[in-house]
């Protein structure tokens, strides 16, 4: 079963399972994406329950915490993040961390980037609720300015409508902005409308612009 989960693990990667390294061509689509990501889980909670303890370590072994520290995010590490963290409401920074060899806190800073939220101490606190459910302790000091400086070192400084709701008015104005002819970027209507780009992309989504973030990303992307 071990190596199931590995062939697997490569597929959500966006890797060909058959070693040589190459990218899948397989259409992008969120749904497929996040049934990946449920298959994975499923399986790896099976191969606990059959396998002997000396083969369930080796089936877990991951990458090292914060081995891919300052490289870039990629579309399929980014995908994976989105699915796992959607699909599994127990998943945790703890486990994202080793699953994608980055750090707890830069895990946290993209989910921030990603538009899940708009804040910094918005993300831990959620990752602090999971980790309690699970029957851990909270490994966030929302109280500790250093902790969240320490995140936030890796992301942009919040604008001032961050974390602020949405009305009626702001969505008209997200409108207008993506429907202009100058073709503006999120980044470039986060800075007029005082929003981070993740919060923009995510927006974009809810207001039935595009199906999913990755979507938002490559308009965007056309726009540089």
């Avoid at 990667?13 to 390294?21: E, M, Q, S, V, W």
């Avoid at 002997?52 to 995908?79: F, L, M, Q, Y």
């Avoid at 503006?184 to 995510?202: D, F, K, N, S, Y």
Wanted: neutral net charge; proline residues 5%.
């Amino acid at each position: 079963m071990s190596r199931e989960l590995e062939i697997v693990e490569k597929i959500m990667l966006g890797i060909d399972p058959a070693g040589r390294g190459d990218p899948l061509t397989t259409p992008k689509d969120p749904a497929l994406d996040k049934a990946r990501a449920i298959y994975y889980e499923q399986l790896k909670r099976v191969s606990k329950q059959h396998a002997p303890a000396a083969s369930v370590a080796a089936v877990e072994k991951d990458k090292p915490s914060g081995s891919r520290r300052g490289e870039r995010w990629t579309i399929a590490e980014d995908n994976r993040l989105e699915a796992l963290w959607d699909t599994s409401p127990v998943v945790t920074t703890v486990e994202l961390s080793a699953k994608l060899g980055r750090t707890r806190t830069a895990v946290i800073a993209r989910l921030v980037k990603l538009g899940f939220f708009e804040q910094i101490s918005a993300a831990m606190a959620a990752d602090n609720a999971r980790l309690e459910a699970a029957g851990g302790i909270s490994l966030w000091s929302l109280s500790d300015q250093n902790a969240i400086c320490a995140v936030e070192s890796a992301h942009p400084v919040e604008p001032a409508n961050a974390g602020s709701p949405w009305s009626s008015a702001a969505d008209e104005e997200l409108r207008s902005l993506w429907e202009a002819p100058e073709q503006l970027t999120c980044e470039e209507i986060g800075t007029r409308l005082g929003r981070t780009r993740g919060a923009i992309v995510a927006r974009l989504v809810r207001l039935g612009f595009f199906a999913d973030r990755d979507e938002v990303r490559r308009a965007d992307l056309k726009r540089h």
